[in-house]
Structures are given as structure tokens and as C-alpha cells.
């Protein structure tokens, strides 16, 4: 079936550094994606979203980057910071004009001080 | 401040034993939503609510049921819990847009 996956399940980053977190998806039909935190204990945390007619989106330290061609997303952490240590979830609509995520399986970021 | 608000944060209950989760909410949204969430895995959709429609997903088990009285509140009630139940329980809510709001969760154990 289709379905939003990460390429790494575990990352760890020098606080300061730029962090970059993938996720793949296969479902061609997806309209609108949308990249969460979750902290441990905790419920998931809206960061950033982006629709898919665009390619590009950027907010307070994060970017999301779209690519359509190779069904890829991607998140962007500028100077990461401890306090961003968490799992990031990526997720699509089930399709064009869906309210229905499917959610990737998790990129733990772990921030080194 | 809180959006979507989860009662209670933490909730124990015997194997067999009826529970039910609360959730509210201050966003007057039109979608609420319960999701499942299991140790190191991803969120996993159980049903929603669109307004006053119940909309189950296919593999969420009978065990599982949801009411949705008001547009502000919706509960989760686990009829028989069994020691696999125990997870995470995630509400969020929506306008009809797709942007989904999570409360902060409560988690089950089943003893």
C-alpha cells in the first residue's frame, strides 16, 4: 500500500549545526504535507506545512522542501538547539482534497551540546 | 492556553475493565480525531468525527468506540481492554482544512 516513510530512523547533530531530516512518500495524489515534533510524553507539535504547489516553504529557523518529482520532503533545523531534540513525524493527506493524514514512521533527533 | 485539552494525562485500568479518555477542545473545529500510539512508531488514525459523522478506519478493532456529543468534546471508550491496548491515545481536531492539532495525550496502562 501506499505509504510516507524516512530514510533514517536516528539522527544526531553538534548543537549549532544544521540538521536535515528526509522522508520519502509514494502517494502521488497528496496535496498537502505537514512536518510534526514530538517531544517525549508528549503529543506532536504542528512545525511547518507546505502544499504541493509549491516547492519550498520557510519559517522561524525550519524550512520544508518539496520535491515532486522524486516524491521527497524534507526538513531543515537551522543552528539546532538542544530543545529540538525530539521525534519529527512527516505526514501527507490521504489524497487531493483529503483532511486525512498518513504519518511517516519518526526521525529521532538527538542535539548534542 | 491549551486548544485540546486530553483527561486525564495518565489513566491505569484493570485487564477487562471499561475506560473512557476525554478529550475538548477551544478551536470550535469541525474535525475531531482519536489516534493510537504505540512505543517508537507513528500515530495511528482510530476514527474521526466529521461534525456530527463517525467515520471508522477499517482495521481499528470493536473494542474500540467514540462519541462525539457537542462540537467542544469526544471520548474514547475502550469496552474490554486487553494488555495490548496499552499505548498512547492522541485526540486532534481540524477545520475542514487538514491541519490537525494534537492534545497532549493520555497514556493507558493495562494491568
Known amino acids: 500500500g501506499e505509504s510516507v516513510g524516512l530514510h533514517l530512523p536516528t539522527l544526531s547533530v553538534q548543537e549549532g549545526d544544521n540538521s536535515i531530516i528526509n522522508c520519502a512518500y509514494s502517494?502521488?495524489?497528496?496535496?498537502?504535507f505537514i512536518w510534526y515534533k514530538q517531544e517525549s510524553g508528549k503529543g506532536p507539535q504542528f512545525i511547518i506545512d507546505i502544499r504541493s504547489n509549491m516547492d519550498k516553504r520557510q519559517g522561524q529557523r525550519v524550512t520544508v522542501l518539496l520535491n515532486k518529482t522524486v516524491k521527497h520532503l524534507s526538513l531543515q533545523i537551522a543552528a539546532t538547539q538542544p530543545g529540538d531534540s525530539a521525534v519529527y513525524f512527516c505526514a501527507e493527506t490521504r489524497g487531493a482534497g483529503s483532511y486525512q493524514l498518513t504519518f511517516g514512521k519518526g526521525t529521532k533527533l538527538s542535539v548534542i551540546p | 492556553d491549551a486548544m485540546v485539552i486530553q483527561n486525564p494525562r495518565y489513566q491505569v485500568t484493570q485487564f477487562g475493565k471499561p475506560v473512557t479518555l476525554s478529550c475538548s477542545q477551544t478551536l470550535n473545529h469541525n474535525v475531531m480525531y482519536w489516534y493510537q500510539q504505540k512505543s517508537s512508531q507513528a500515530p495511528k488514525l482510530l476514527f474521526h468525527?466529521?461534525?456530527?459523522?463517525?467515520?471508522n478506519e477499517a482495521d481499528t478493532p470493536d473494542n474500540f468506540q467514540s462519541r462525539r456529543p457537542n462540537t467542544s468534546f469526544c471520548f474514547l471508550d475502550i469496552r474490554s481492554p486487553g494488555l495490548g491496548d496499552a499505548a498512547m491515545y492522541l485526540c486532534?481536531?481540524?477545520?475542514?482544512?487538514?491541519?490537525?492539532?494534537f492534545g497532549p495525550g493520555t497514556r493507558l496502562l493495562v494491568l
Open positions: 468525527y466529521y461534525d456530527k459523522d463517525f467515520n
Open positions: 486532534a481536531t481540524s477545520s475542514s482544512t487538514e491541519t490537525q492539532y
Open positions: 502517494n502521488s495524489a497528496s496535496d498537502y
